[in-house]
């Protein structure tokens, strides 16, 4: 891939996964961030503060790049830092977004990339949806908007309600209850951070791609009991699941209960052929159940990794407690 890519953030779940893959293609790229983080690979560095406007354009004065990746926008007003910055100097933006920006639940099934957006009850998603607006009026600036749904990776275990990392293994192991929201038959998509790198690299540098937006998942959909009892199978146990409405849980904590009330409770399948049409060959390969082999081999290679969030833990217990 002949560009130069300059990736802001670029070490974490996902944009790590990205990074890995460009690096291992030979892709000329540079990394901004505050070097909090180890760098994967023989990856160049800048060491600036996305947020302190001056900093970065003193440390950016004598580079130019074909492509900008920002993995840690997330307010219109990081987004028009970014525009100060890069405008008539960069041939393409990617602004990471998020499926959450979508109206729930969407009078598309399957998902679109034309489906209305609008998340009113999740400042998340509603300041997601204020960046993408801004990009479209600034039409001189050209931007792709992603739209990545649920990823996870090595390092995430992911769940609805139960944290992403080692605390439902640990609960699971310990014989204890494991929650899944409503009934458990909603529909959700899954996708691992490598499959999404796949299509992401598709789209760097991609000229055709300015100006639209693409939602990059999986085309694999599982209940969350599915995902759960997998969970299970890879730790080699059977999870005692208790199903609790999203209003009970919402009433004991209203900032995981928004999660699951804007989103995680509503099926979210997506319809990839736009992606597929500017990216040619394209195809989600990794099955949840070979991917969360991996994710738990990662935690079982190093105790260290298996760390508990027993604030969490705890309030797991009061959800089931309260629905009893």
């Known amino acids: 891939m002949d560009v130069r890519v300059l990736s802001i953030g670029g070490t974490g779940n996902i944009s790590r996964a990205v990074t890995q893959l460009l690096a291992e293609r030979g892709v000329d790229l540079t990394l901004l961030n505050r070097g909090l983080s180890d760098t994967p690979g023989d990856v160049r560095s800048i060491h600036a503060d ?67 957006l609008g998340n009113p009850g999740w400042q998340y998603a509603t300041d997601k949806i204020a960046c993408e607006d801004l990009l479209r009026r600034e039409t001189g600036f050209p931007s792709t908007i992603v ?27 310990r014989g204890k209850q494991v929650i899944v929201h409503d009934d458990g038959t909603s529909l959700w998509t899954l996708t691992h951070n490598t499959d999404f790198a796949r299509a992401l690299a598709g789209l760097l540098g991609n000229a055709a791609a300015v100006g639209e937006s693409f939602h990059l998942t999986s085309d694999f959909a599982l209940t969350w009991d599915q ?30 209960g928004k999660e699951l009330l804007c989103d995680k409770r509503h099926s979210l399948v997506f319809d990839n052929a736009k992606l597929k049409r500017f990216v040619p060959g394209f195809e989600a390969t990794l099955s949840f159940a070979d991917g969360i082999e991996r994710s738990l081999a990662w935690f079982d290679a190093d105790s260290a990794r298996k760390t508990v969030d027993a604030e969490r833990d705890a309030l797991l217990d009061r959800i089931i407690a309260r629905s009893t």
Not at 158 to 170: F, H, R
């Open 50 to 116: 996305i947020r302190d406007r001056p900093a970065v354009a003193a440390a950016l004065r004598n580079e130019r790049f074909d492509v900008i990746i920002d993995w840690i926008a997330f307010t219109p007003e990081h987004v028009a830092t970014d525009i100060e910055l890069f405008a008539g100097i960069v041939s393409q933006y990617l602004f990471i977004s998020s499926a959450s920006v979508y109206q729930q639940p969407s009078p598309f099934y399957p998902l679109v990339e034309d489906a209305p």
């Open 227 to 256: 995902i759960t009892e997998m969970i299970a199978a890879a730790a080699g146990l059977e999870p005692d699941i208790v199903h609790i409405p999203s209003e009970t849980i919402a009433a004991v904590d209203p900032g995981l």
């Open 147 to 173: 739209r990545p749904a649920h990823t996870y990776g090595e390092t995430r275990i992911p769940t609805a309600v139960d944290g992403e990392g080692y605390t439902i293994v640990d609960r699971m192991r």
